[in-house]
């Protein structure tokens, strides 16, 4: 089982970017597809974008040309790099990790991380 741990939120100007991480440990990171999901306050937790053990790469309509996941499986890392951010980001963003692909974009998981904290606003 892979056990991930997120950080690089933070409190930035709408048009800012930040670049979150995704760190693995635990089971071989690079076999698993891995997705970046979302939870505003009062909003049920979405999928934000996701990528494959191959590195294929999946995102939601609303952050496309925006937010770009990518992988490091050298540093058992991934990322989403998050640019023009808008006020409707701000959440607590997840991520998680499988090797069924089902699984990552339907987000069924048993168990989440802390999260880390994005707030977008002037």
């Known amino acids: 089982q892979v056990q991930l741990v997120e950080s690089g939120g933070a409190l930035v100007q709408p048009g800012g970017s930040l670049r979150l991480s995704c760190a693995a440990s635990g089971s071989i990171f690079s076999t698993n597809a891995v997705g970046w999901y979302r939870q505003a306050p009062g909003k049920e937790r979405e999928l934000v974008a996701a990528i494959t053990a191959a590195g294929n790469t999946y995102c939601i309509d609303s952050v496309k040309g925006r937010f770009t996941i990518s992988r490091d499986n050298a540093k058992n890392t991934a990322y989403l790099q998050m640019n023009n951010l808008k006020p409707e980001d701000t959440a607590a963003y997840y991520c998680?990790?499988?090797?069924?692909?089902?699984?990552?974009?339907?987000?069924?998981?048993?168990?989440w991380g802390q999260g880390t904290q994005v707030t977008v606003s002037s």
């Open positions: 998680n990790a499988d090797q069924d692909w089902v699984i990552i974009l339907r987000g069924n998981f048993g168990s």
